[in-house]
């Protein structure tokens, strides 16, 4: 029994889409401390990749890190066969890139619009679907997807990230449906407002009007993501389900 708990834990084989900064880069170094093989996929911020590579290494820790634009089919495909062509499977997939953007719906233009879907959307499905012909030939898997609180509730002025944050969801719920017979696990997380980059938009006189509105009056660390994804990599028996960590915000 002791084998297979810890066969659960570690040695796992890891991709991680939008790992080069903030949330997604906390995902990296916490599962590849923990002993597991991680692939960081990064598009533009190669520099920011390499640090997190290099952070790693002066620990001993080695990651692989893979430039991808996964909103393209192709590039996305790319990187989920690095993975297999060089591990052999893919235990673990995160789909955690995307963008974000403030702006009145009625100025949404067309681009924006389809920008957003392809970026926190479409992402996730031609990862998913290259990365699941692999674990049903394995017969297991677990995929998680990083949604957000507004993919819940709706943002004003966030109409096109919050519809394609709300689409993560429903793509979670019915994915997990079709795949729970082949030992596939896939789980949402909906984070609230976490201190990363992604917050530039808002003043700090915002920020703190939001802090007060949380019921544990802070912001969100990336450390609590990164801890989450940890926990449903190690069970075994949670499906379907979006996992809201934002301090109370939302209830």
Known sequence: MVEN?????????????????GIGAEIVKVLAKSGNNVILNYNKSEICAKNVENDLRKEG????????????????????????SKYGRI?????????????????I????????MNNNLDSAFYCTREAVKNMIHNKQGLIINISSIWGITGASMEVHYSTAKAGLIGFTKALAKE?????????????????????????NDEIEDIREEIPLQKIGKTTSIANCIKWLI???YTTGEVISINGGWYM
């Open 179 to 203: 795949l729970g017979p082949s030992n596939i696990r896939v789980n949402a997380i909906a984070p609230g407002i976490i201190d990363t980059d992604m917050n530039k938009e808002y003043s």
């Open 61 to 84: 820790i080695n990651v692989d890190i893979f430039k991808a634009d996964v909103s393209k089919k192709d590039e996305a495909n790319n990187l989920i066969n690095f993975a297999i």
């Open 109 to 116: 233009t067309d681009d924006e619009w389809k920008n957003m």
């Open 91 to 107: 235990d673990v997939l995160i789909n955690n890139a995307g963008i974000s953007q403030s702006k009145l719906f009625t100025e």
């Open 234 to 236: 190690e069970d075994d």
């Open 5 to 21: 708990q810890e066969k659960n834990i570690v040695n796992k084989i890891i991709v991680v889409t939008g790992g080069s900064r």
